[in-house]
């Protein structure tokens, strides 16, 4: 079986309550889609709590990785893993000016990830780049599950 990749993302403002939801559709992942290797990035409670999730599920299941997504390089921008992750991914961003790493970092991942897992409820930037995988998904069939809509 190929390393099959789920990007998780969300709003900074995501409430508690969704730190189950996110590991029960992990869980789902990893069991339906054969999902290997999730990758978060590190901003937000949202991210924090995908982090915590996909943690509880390495205990369980032990081919789990849990990658940090970088948005600047790491040379320009020293990162310190915290416990529970396997390493840090840094997308081809070299050319992306600074004020768009971040967009483009997680864009990137959204076109190159085999499944998705968000919380999406509100307008913002979050909301863009859930519209911007549903368009992948109804080219290519990519699962997206949103969170939000199970709270």
Known sequence: MDNKICFLFGQATT???ALPLIEAAAEKQYN???IRTFIVGNRGSFDSYAATAIKRLKRKYKDISLLLLL???PAERPVHL???F???FYPPLESVPRQYAIVRANRYMVDTADSIICCVNQIGNTRKLLEYAQKRQKKEGIPIE???EKN
């Open 32 to 34: 339906e889609q054969g």
């Open 71 to 73: 948005a600047y390089h």
């Open 86 to 88: 396997d390493n840090s």
């Open 15 to 17: 409430p508690y309550d």
């Open 146 to 148: 949103n969170v939000a």
């Open 82 to 84: 915290t416990e529970g």
